[in-house]
């Protein structure tokens, strides 16, 4: 399986600042999204990384406020930028290798005052 | 639209024990995959099973098997001789193909007594 790094683990932040969160996989991926799951509540899509292009938001989600890179086939940022305690989640990405695996880093607990 | 629904908000079960957790899905695709995920309170995603639609076998990894009914549209998740190392929440996931990326259930929080 993929081994998935991701940073910050967590972090506090200040309302109306910005938080980038690394992701870092050990070998060539083809497919790398990023998840959102705010408190008590199940995964939701944010967008699909896409290696040399723009990312694949889901309805609800914009690329001002969650901007993504991907310069590579191994690493991808997500940045939730003018932050709100309404952002406080844990962020997550995953990675898919194939069709029977999808496995995910260890998530940024992002918490906003 | 595809919808995962899991109606086991939190279930009990006793250590060395057994225990199904409930999963139906609705989708009119016939090409699919079901996933189950362990999150420990440590927040991670931990894969554990996955099922595609025309695999006749029920797929098995371990202690855990999942239990897949095509016709009734379910894909239950049985842990047999639950460890207290088992507690967490546990997602039931789908990918349809053609889309790459999964749509969660909202989760059991399952919790082993000694």
């Known amino acids: 399986s993929a081994v998935i790094s991701q940073k910050p683990s967590r972090d506090i932040c200040q309302r109306g600042t910005s938080l980038t969160i690394q992701c870092q996989v050990d070998s060539q991926v083809t497919m790398m999204f990023w998840y959102r799951q705010q408190p008590g509540q199940s995964l939701t899509l944010i967008a699909t990384?896409?290696?040399?292009?723009?990312?694949?938001?889901e309805s609800g989600f914009v690329i001002d406020k969650f901007p993504i890179s991907r310069p590579n086939l191994t690493f991808s940022t997500l940045t939730v930028s003018n932050m709100s305690p309404e952002d406080s989640s844990i962020y997550l990405c995953?990675?898919?290798?194939?069709?029977?695996?999808?496995?995910f880093g260890s998530g940024t607990q992002l918490s906003v005052l | 639209a595809q919808k995962i629904t899991q109606t086991q908000p939190g279930m009990f079960v006793q250590e060395k024990e057994a225990v199904t957790l409930d999963c139906t899905y609705d989708?009119?695709?016939?090409?699919?995959?079901l996933f189950w995920y362990k999150q420990p309170s440590s927040g991670e995603m931990i894969f554990l099973i996955y099922q595609g639609s025309y695999d006749e076998q029920n797929a098995t990894e371990g202690r855990y098997s999942l239990n897949f009914q095509k016709a009734r549209k379910s894909a239950n998740l049985v842990i047999s001789a639950s460890q207290l190392g088992d507690s967490a929440m546990y997602f039931c996931a789908m990918r349809l193909a053609g889309r790459r990326a999964l749509t969660f259930g909202s989760g059991t929080r399952l919790q082993v007594q000694p």
């Open positions: 989708t009119s695709d016939q090409s699919y995959g």
């Open positions: 990384a896409n290696q040399g292009s723009e990312a694949t938001y």
């Open positions: 995953s990675v898919g290798q194939g069709d029977e695996k999808l496995f």
